[in-house]
């Protein structure tokens, strides 16, 4: 196999820019990839065919033709380093004071504010709407 049947078996014209033979070879090997065969003798096929395309390819590559430069990785913003706000790490500022409700996930620590909310205030605002709808029904005399 010479260079010019290597640039026919990737389906490009001779002279073409690394970058486009690449991608030319990448789609062709692809499309002929063993796994995506359905039954035995197809795969054998997609196998010949597949080592075929992989062979042009690296026969262009130890002719000199130059390998395109890697494409540059772009750095993860800080947003994405945490999932949904959960983290193991200690929260900025707080140093080791992370309560047991906030090392099992719940994002939440309990304060004396929260206490108060949450133990007294909130039911005993249930209990008022229970007794005031109770009065309501009494003015309407509604057995």
Not at 4 to 26: H, M, T
């Amino acid at each position: 196999m010479d260079a010019a049947q290597a640039y026919g078996i990737l389906g490009v014209e001779p002279g073409a820019s690394p970058k486009e033979v690449q991608l030319a070879y990448r789609r062709k090997a692809l499309e002929s990839h063993p796994d995506r065969a359905g039954s035995p003798e197809q795969a054998e096929y997609f196998s010949r065919q597949f080592l075929h395309i992989r062979d042009a390819y690296e026969l262009l590559r130890k002719q000199g033709f130059p390998i395109p430069e890697p494409e540059k990785v772009v750095e993860r913003p800080a947003y994405y380093s945490r999932t949904a706000g959960r983290s193991f790490a200690p929260k900025e500022g707080e140093g080791e004071k992370v309560g047991a409700l906030e090392k099992l996930g719940f994002g939440f620590h309990i304060d004396m504010g929260s206490l108060l909310l949450w133990g007294m205030l909130i039911p005993a605002g249930g209990i008022g709407a229970v007794l005031f709808i109770k009065y309501l029904l009494k003015q309407l005399q509604i057995p």
